[in-house]
């Protein structure tokens, strides 16, 4: 079956550091992979999207590649902002339109300044 | 804004109670998806609507149901419910064409919480 996994937070980094959250996937035929974003009492923002093998989606400054020969879509931002602190989800939808996504557990980022 | 409203915000009530979630999606949207966020279970997919008609059945629970009105508007209706059932339901829309790509937009959800 379709599944994500995306690595344990919380993630605690000091303004201006590099991020880095792994995410991998699970999938039959071709998904699309997103990377939204979640603040704190807020709902889900869709921060960015790839729908074909080595694709990259950019957004914000965070950037993620779909890799297919690796199945993974990690999440990166050269100098994260205290503004960036947030719930990350990485999530696919099989390639039928109109399904339902499929998520991550999420990974908590936390940046000081 | 996304442009996905949900009402309300908030909801405190009673195991045993029934409640309603309301959802619009955004202008053209013909897709309705409902998710229940929790602690212990993440993001997790309960139903889908495609233009009145369920389209989709995930992790939804017998004592849930939901509809989609002719103004494309939906509700998701809650019954007997369990402390179990505290957590963030969220609604997205999204167009469903023809093309594979399926972005969704999600609304700022209704928190329950059930005493």
């Known amino acids: 079956g379709n599944s994500v996994t995306q690595m344990e937070g919380p993630v605690t980094l000091s303004e201006e550091a590099f991020l880095t959250i792994n995410c991998t996937y699970t999938?039959?035929?071709?998904?699309?992979l997103f990377w939204y974003v979640q603040y704190p009492g807020e709902g889900l923002q869709l921060l960015l999207k790839a729908t074909k093998a080595d694709d990259k989606g950019s957004n914000k400054g965070f950037e993620a590649t779909y890799r297919k020969e690796t199945t993974s879509f990690h999440l990166e931002k050269g100098s994260v902002q205290v503004s960036d602190s947030a719930v990350y989800f990485c999530a696919l939808s099989p390639n039928q339109a109109g399904t339902a996504l499929i998520f991550g557990k999420g990974t908590t980022l936390s940046v000081s300044s | 804004d996304s442009g996905v409203t949900q009402t309300p915000k908030h909801l405190i009530t009673a195991t045993g109670q029934r409640v309603t979630l309301r959802c619009s999606p955004r202008s053209g949207d013909l897709s309705v998806y409902w998710y229940q966020q929790s602690l212990d279970q993440g993001l997790q997919f309960l139903i889908q609507y495609y233009n009145g008609e369920e389209r989709a059945k995930g992790n939804i629970l017998e004592r849930f149901s939901a509809q989609q009105f002719p103004d494309l508007h939906s509700e998701l209706n809650l019954s007997s419910l369990e402390l179990g059932d505290s957590a963030l339901y969220f609604c997205?829309?999204?167009?469903?064409?023809?093309?594979?790509?399926?972005?969704?937009?999600f609304g700022p959800g209704t928190r329950l919480t059930v005493l």
């Open positions: 999938a039959t035929g071709y998904p699309s």
């Open positions: 997205a829309s999204s167009v469903v064409g023809t093309s594979s790509y399926n972005e969704q937009f």
